[in-house]
């Protein structure tokens, strides 16, 4: 089994040369040696040097890993549908949930990153769908409109790259479930996502599967894959001694009414987008909940029935600032609950001037002698040593101040302050994975799951900044994107590297030469340079060698 899972890491290795494939003219599908790495729009001619012939996706009992494929129409292909079968190996048969298949929608965007360019409208893509008609996009006038479910039998279509947005103030958009059949234009491309996750006692050996098509005017060929299930278990985030967090809006509407909103959340969508944050990695993921105790025992019930404990760890987001009255406040009602350590934030741009420094060091010392804890964005222009040693958690991209922190023997998290860069997805994989990780960062929290910035949710012509939206809000749970899917990537990045050193300390002694050799790979290793796709199929390799 191991030898054979060895010859498919260096098959997968030699897969990521480029190859050139021969234009023909009839409707193809390819797949992509990287899918954090290229870019497909509608137009892009699909006979390019970044496609491969064969698709294998090896992955770890209770990972999700991801995979693409491209169909290049050289005819209209109407109502196209996809038929994904269970994952079957010789002992096993798997449900066929286990492979998810959604639409990469491409779409007008005011900008990249946090660049605003309102004279300018930029074709990304982004979305990841089950209903691609949920968003139709006019290329002519570059215009965006989003599916509007008024009832099961009635939908409109409401434009969404407006100068206002007081007409989607009821908007209701749903996706779908799965895969809906797809409409693929004639000489234009269209990428599909797959996801492939199997439950966490899966056995280890190659699963196969299949995904075919059904057309009216064109036949395409059935594509035969696999997915190859490693015989090792993958250390989970909490186990990897890092704290991985997001900025999380969301809280319970008094009103319990549904809305799209990034902050206000009915229960049905709460709990949806608190799935959706465990299934990206995320364990720790701050409350925005205010002072409220009995929404905040539902927001808790809500959060432990899916596995998004906190460890023992609170964090009171914009509820309110650090204090000793708001600290003995939260800790009494919150330690019967098991959660002992509430965590009180700082937000940023509050009293950075230096004559107010004296103050927040009194009050974060205040706080922590009442039994509460602070986590602030770390700004190393306005911190001495005295307000250094009050900050219980740090947030900064100041990989500089790491040290610093760590002789105190507190925890700095990496941040990310930016809007989400559609175009660069595969800096999102690197620099929140393998990057973070050699930086000495304790993990990550990053700003913002979901934050309109006063405009609205699915409009990103309505403000004077973008959005922060790693992922879109729907009135039963979630559209991902491609920078979300690269985040929980670069996430696991950091999960292979770790179980690797933790099979390098437990090497036996026979085991002791391929130990140094692994850890020396390690010690070469460039987060910044190196191809990601090669470096996770390395650290396989030796993970292998030193468990077989």
Same mark, same amino acid.
């Given at each position: 089994m191991k030898k054979t899972i060895m010859l498919l890491?260096?098959?997968?290795? &030699?897969?990521?040369?480029? *190859? @050139?494939?021969?234009?023909?003219?009839?409707?193809? &599908?390819?797949?992509?040696?990287?899918?954090? @790495?290229?870019l497909i729009l509608p137009q892009t001619n699909a006979i390019t040097e970044t496609m491969i012939?064969?698709?294998?996706?090896?992955?770890?009992?209770?990972?999700? /890993?991801?995979?693409?494929?491209? &169909?290049?129409?050289?005819?209209?292909? *109407?109502?196209l549908e996809l038929k994904?079968?269970?994952?079957?190996?010789?002992?096993? #048969?798997l449900s066929k949930e286990a492979v998810d298949v959604r639409a990469v929608k491409c779409w007008y965007q005011s900008g990249h990153g946090a660049k605003l360019e309102k004279d300018k409208r930029l074709l990304v893509p982004e979305l990841l769908l089950h209903d691609d008609d949920l968003v139709r996009v006019d290329y002519e006038k570059k215009e965006n409109f989003l599916k509007n479910v008024i009832d099961k039998d009635q939908i409109e279509y409401v434009p969404i790259s407006t100068a206002t947005s007081e007409h989607l103030a009821n908007i209701r958009p749903l996706d779908a479930k799965q895969l809906l059949p797809i409409t693929i234009q004639k000489n234009s491309s269209k990428q599909f996502w797959i996801t492939i996750h199997t439950p966490p006692n899966t056995a280890p050996g190659i699963y196969k599967y299949t995904i075919s098509f059904n057309v009216k005017n064109t036949k395409l060929p059935t594509l035969n894959l696999s997915a190859h299930i490693l015989p090792f278990r993958l250390l989970e985030t909490t186990e990897t001694d890092e704290m991985i967090s997001i900025f999380y809006?969301?809280?319970?509407?008094?009103?319990?009414?549904i809305s799209i909103d990034t902050r206000e959340k009915s229960p049905i969508q709460y709990v949806a987008e608190i799935e959706n944050l465990k299934n990206h990695g995320i364990r720790y993921a701050p409350f925005y909940q205010t002072y409220n105790e009995q929404l905040l025992r539902n927001e808790i019930q809500m959060r432990e029935k899916v596995g998004l404990t906190s460890q023992g760890l609170f964090l009171s987001c914009w509820a309110e600032r650090p204090s000793a009255e708001a600290a003995r406040k939260w800790t009494k009602f919150l330690a019967p609950l098991g959660y002992p350590n509430v965590y009180f934030f700082e937000e940023p741009g509050v009293d950075y001037q230096q004559e107010k420094l004296v103050e927040k060091t009194?009050?974060? @010392?205040? #706080?922590? /002698?009442?039994?509460?804890?602070?986590?602030?964005?770390?700004?190393?222009?306005?911190?001495?040593?005295?307000?250094?040693?009050q900050i219980d958690l740090a947030i900064g991209p100041n990989p500089g101040e790491i040290e610093k922190i760590h002789r105190l023997r507190r925890k700095i998290l990496r941040a990310n302050l930016m809007p989400v860069d559609e175009q660069n997805i595969e800096n999102f994989r690197r620099d929140h994975g393998l990057v973070r990780w050699q930086d000495k960062f304790d993990g990550v929290l990053c700003y913002c799951y979901q934050d309109h910035c006063r405009g609205h949710a699915w409009n990103d012509f309505d403000s004077s900044t973008r959005g922060f939206l790693y992922t879109y809000p729907t009135i039963d749970g979630v559209v991902d994107t491609l920078c979300w899917e690269a985040f929980r990537e670069g996430i696991d990045d950091v999960r292979y590297l770790k179980t690797l050193i933790q099979a390098i300390n437990n090497a036996p002694v026979q085991k002791q030469q391929i130990a140094h050799e692994a850890r020396e790979w390690i010690n070469r290793l460039?987060? *910044?340079k190196c191809i990601l796709a090669e470096t996770r199929a390395e650290i396989t390799k030796w993970i292998l060698k030193l468990n077989q």
């Open positions: 890491l260096l098959s997968s290795l &030699i897969l990521f040369e480029n *190859k @050139k494939v021969m234009a023909e003219e009839k409707s193809q &599908i390819y797949f992509l040696a990287d899918p954090f @790495k290229t012939s064969d698709l294998q996706v090896l992955l770890a009992a209770g990972e999700y /890993e991801a995979a693409s494929f491209v &169909i290049y129409a050289a005819e209209d292909l *109407k109502n994904v079968s269970p994952l079957k190996n010789d002992n096993k #048969t809006r969301g809280r319970l509407n008094v009103n319990r009414q009194a009050r974060y @010392k205040a #706080t922590r /002698e009442a039994g509460g804890k602070v986590f602030s964005w770390y700004c190393p222009a306005h911190v001495d040593d005295a307000m250094r040693e460039n987060a *910044k």
